[in-house]
């Protein structure tokens, strides 16, 4: 479930290392080893949503007040190393090696071995695939504003499970972390020609947290609406029990941090290939 792209601006698919390892602390100590690990990657659709990261790169310059035609022939390039499907499985997988328990991995995978879960592993998988962004959300937003019409309970049930898997609010400190990782190295290696203070910069993205809150949380149950328009009513509750499940809720817990730490960690050396092929620009 949070393996879902959820939100179509670059501005909020951006966690600092310093909240992964608050994260991971109170996690078992006994990994699993790196074959069940993969094996586990593949069957809850992990694999996919971290490839889904590379997506989000076309979006990178307009966070700096450019676009990639500022970078050249080279972009396409560069974007395409830098976001590597290889190295990003191999980082998640690094970090799960050490962190992930055989129960917890063991728990996870039955259930997305199940008929149910390799369904919705299905749409959630094509729905990390599909770059149109835009038109998912807004398919998205009429099937949420039908349920609102006709007060149907559904609804509901998508809040909840979109809540069961961010149930610490961490995704708004995540997008703030990794913007905040991307600007600062995009000013350090200069891309831009602005220096950024850390502190000035924190303070304006609290003064707008709320909104961005609000915005994320809308985004996000527009596009479950759309992943799981297909998944009946019964099979949609029955995913909510297990997204409920504290061992299920491990495991998500630890597979967010993953994946916010691999976007933060490939924005960061995007932003140093970027320095590469420009030669500074105002924000």
Do not use: C
């Not at 396409?76 to 190295?87: G, L, N, S, Y």
């Not at 000035?200 to 799981?228: H, I, V």
């Not at 909510?240 to 924005?267: C, F, H, K, S, T």
């Amino acid at each position: 479930m949070a393996k879902t792209r959820l939100i179509p601006s670059i501005l909020f698919k951006m966690m600092g290392l310093a909240v992964l390892v608050a994260l991971l602390s109170g996690l078992p100590v006994n990994a699993a080893d790196r074959d069940r690990l993969k094996a586990f990657l593949n069957v809850t659709g992990f694999d996919v949503a971290l490839d889904s990261i590379a997506l989000s790169a076309a979006d990178a310059p307009e966070m700096l007040g450019m676009s990639a035609s500022d970078f050249g022939e080279s972009w396409t390039r560069i974007a395409e190393k830098v976001f590597d499907t290889d190295i990003m499985r191999g980082m998640a997988l690094d970090i799960l090696e050490q962190t992930l328990s055989d129960d917890d991995l063991a728990h996870a995978a039955a259930f997305y071995a199940s008929p149910l879960g390799m369904r919705l592993v299905e749409v959630e998988n094509a729905s990390h695939m599909d770059a149109d962004d835009a038109r998912k959300q807004a398919e998205g937003e009429d099937l949420v504003a039908a349920m609102v019409a006709s007060g149907d309970e559904r609804l509901d049930v998508l809040v909840q499970m979109n809540a069961a898997v961010d149930s610490g609010d961490v995704a708004v400190r995540a997008v703030q972390e990794i913007q905040l990782r991307f600007l600062l190295a995009a000013s350090t290696a200069g891309v831009l020609e602005q220096e950024f203070d850390e502190e000035m910069l924190r303070a304006m993205m609290k003064e707008t947290e709320g909104e961005l809150r609000l915005s994320m949380r809308r985004s996000a149950l527009a596009s479950a609406a759309y992943t799981y328009r297909d998944i009946n009513d019964e099979d949609l509750r029955a995913y909510l029990a297990a997204l409920e499940d504290p061992q299920m809720q491990r495991v998500y817990e630890l597979m967010n941090a993953v994946q916010w730490e691999i976007m933060g960690n490939r924005y960061e050396a995007l932003a140093m290939r970027m320095a590469e092929i420009s030669g500074g620009q105002d924000l």
